[in-house]
């Protein structure tokens, strides 16, 4: 889940960077969904 988090990051930082702000937005809105999934995630396997 991290792995995905790190490639849209990726893709919104390229996406900026060619003018596309409306996928850049998107895609950093589910890479930062993802980011809290995989914190939650590891926190509750930690816990359990």
Do not use: Q, R, T
Not at 1 to 10: C, H, W, Y
Not at 12 to 38: H, N, P, Q, R, T
Request: hydrophobic share 80%.
């Amino acid at each position: 889940m991290l792995e995905l988090a790190i490639a849209f990051a990726v893709l919104a930082i390229i996406a900026g960077a060619l003018g596309a702000g409306g996928v850049a937005g998107l895609s950093m809105d589910i890479a930062k969904w993802l980011v809290i999934a995989f914190l939650v995630l590891a926190v509750v396997s930690l816990v359990l």
